[in-house]
């Protein structure tokens, strides 16, 4: 259907996609806040992000606070903590890791890295971010709402959810938690419609899917799993809101609360568990995948290699997205499911690792004999692939039922995804800034700032969640406000704690000196040029630094090449971008 | 949850399909050059995708509510609920207005201007009344006492048509828009794209309808339970 010839010097073939109409601002406001250029809202994104973000991390430096030093300060009740657990998982999981890595790399790279002028649906797109910003800001409301926000815990369990013992159940609380995600889920439908279509039919000449960098593989990937998935979501907010304000019992089996009969009755708390992680367990992928996609283009560009494997690591990719939609009740072992469902999930569950490990060693053989530049971005990256394989060995542990339903409830899963989720996706958003900040601003932020950065992030995230795993195995339980006198809880965990606690403000401090950078290198950063780190991809080739509304001027590129091409023998640079037709490639060949 | 897998392999089908077409077997790496596209005509339009791609996603959603249907069926407090024959009148205006759609369709591929127009505010006219009757239905429910709270098969049933309904005002917005920009301007080539859409997302509407009168009045769960007697 497709073919590739080498002719290069023949025609150009006539363009399959006509060039685009772009929306032309006029004024101040359409060009920098309603804004439809890609771009713009992909800042829009990251910023609303970074800072809702800011606030988690504030709230895990109060729970740190109350866990390290418990008592010490009054204004941490029991309420107060599970309200500061509740949204910080929350936020951190939906408004910072799924609303940067789609909507603010995304809109970013997407159109770059594809060769398109911008999204196919601007006006959508637009959309998608103020829809998003309204979602954050219903769930700031809750913070000011009379009883304060939910405090139910990030999977908002129902019963006890919308029950008066739990922070904002009978209040505000958890009705601006569900309103804000049904919310972004609407905000985000309209924008992962965006990026799907602009990588199917975006694509500048020459730009088969083959030849995609793994970023935009990884993005789209992640894209299409979450339009599947959200919809789960969807309809368990809408659910529980049901049941919440209208008295229905989609949920909620028959209780008595506070010696009182309730109107519910016959209601299932396990269908909630089934619809939420139907959406929650690929919500993890949709973290993952673009953080692996674009740890792949970090590596191969820093150490001047191209990227091992690249067939399977875009199958690895495609394999991981469909598996993770039938592991989700690895996450219900101890819900009382039938034993045969245990024995099938953990099936799926492991049979994941394998795509997963061919990822981690496609990494490894790229770094492999290249010539590594230990530059920021190198450096979250190679922190990101120690963190991952650390947090994935642990899962293995928990993908059994039999491990699981003792260490179920304690410390150790909550080292385990903070691991797995938590630092190593984290680790690759600040390598991503860090690289692709001299093509968004022009200048490249400032190596020593950057070198504290990662050191303090690297080693204190592990000297905060390495002992966690010791505090989970001597079972010292999570979601527990205070351990009080418990006999199996020796003063060895105490004194972790306090440690781990004084680490988590320690790191938590340490993005100061990021977001200080973030800003003080806007104006007087060093000047980067339109390619500072000699990269092959399309985003790297733009007329202009930074890219202008449209991005490549007049004519759109034409893709020639794969996006890997580092080092290449007989070629005069260790690079050849992607839009460069060079036929010096006699005695090239290829390692896979 | 079964429901909900279904039509995720049925989705899985089609990304499937779609990626064999893709080369993902080439070696990347070794092929530098132009590339020929050797299949016949152009690429479908970005709008046309985007609706696929959208479909998909409610269907997503329908089938995910129809799982949690089945699965809070099987407990003990299900009750039944009389539908109101007016559902048939519905549905019957429903499927008016996907033929009419069809037929502006049709007619625009004609570049009849005036039939067009005629067929597009009947589709828009039968959207409309497929509402009032919904709301009709609704009325005469709650008239009859069966309130959204009284029980789950209730509560399903006005959440399953509400959800139904809403999408139905989108695309009622969408039409009205549509049929607006079809007076006021000459069938250029983005308003029949847009009418095509237009049809597609009805036709699939009204499919969603079925299935989910089919749920209501209890055939849906005899196709179920008959499947199950197959397997066991």
Known sequence: MVDVRSGIGEALPPPEVEDVELYHPHSWWTRYVFSQDAKIIAIQYATTAIAIGMVALVLSWLMRLQLGFPGTFDFIDADAYYQFITMHGMIMVIYLLTALFLGGFGNYLIPLMVGARDMVFPYANMLSYWIYLLAVLVLVASFFAPGGPTGAGWTLYPPQAVLSGTPGGKDWGIILMLSSLIIFIIGFTMGGLNYVVTVLQGRARGMTLMRLPLTVWGIFTATVMALLAFPALFVACVMMLFDRLLGTSFFMPAIVEMGEQLQHGGGSPILFQHLFWFFGHPEVYIVALPAFGIVSDLISTHARKNIFGYRMMVWAIVIIGGLSFIVWAHHMYVSGMNPYFGFFFATTTLIIAVPTAIKVYNWVLTLWRGNIHLTLPMLFALGFIVTFVNGGLTGLFLGNVVVDVPLSDTMFVVAHFHMVMGVAPIMVIFGAIYHWYPKITGRMLNEALGQIHFWVTFIGAYLIFFPMHYVGLVGVPRRYYELGEMAFVQESVHTLNAFISVMALIVGAAQIVFLFNLVWSLRRGREAGGNPWRATTLEWQTPETPPPHGNWGKDLPVVYRWAYDYSVPGAPEDFIPQNQPTPSRVGHEAVS | ?232
């Open chain 2, 1 to 232: 949850m079964s429901v909900a897998v279904i039509f995720l392999t049925l989705v899985a089908a089609v990304i499937v399909w779609w990626l064999a077409r893709q080369r993902l077997a080439s070696r990347p790496w070794l092929e530098v050059g132009h590339v020929y596209d050797r299949r016949s005509g152009t690429p479908p339009p970005a709008a046309k995708i985007g609706l696929g791609v959208f479909l998909g996603v409610v269907g997503a959603l329908f089938s995910l509510a129809i799982s949690a249907y089945f699965m809070r069926m099987a407990s003990s407090d299900w009750g039944t609920l009389p539908l109101p024959g007016l559902l048939w009148v519905n549905t019957g205006i429903l499927a008016v207005g996907s033929i009419a759609l069809h037929r502006a369709k049709m007619e625009a591929e004609r570049r009849n201007e005036e039939a067009t127009r005629t067929a597009l505010l009947a589709a828009l006219a039968a959207g409309l009344a497929f509402l009032v009757g919904q709301l009709f239905a609704w009325r005469e429910l709650t008239a009859a006492g069966y309130f959204l709270a009284g029980n789950p098969a209730n509560s399903f049933f006005y959440l399953l048509t509400g959800m139904h309904g809403l999408h139905i005002v989108g695309g009622l917005v969408a039409l009205g828009r549509l049929t607006v920009r079809a007076w006021s301007m000459p069938l250029d080539r983005r308003v029949r794209l847009s009418v095509e859409l237009c049809a597609t997302y009805w036709h699939f509407m009204l499919f969603v309808w079925l299935v989910l009168f089919a749920l209501f009045s209890g055939w849906a769960s005899d196709v179920v339970d008959f499947c199950r007697q197959l397997l066991t």
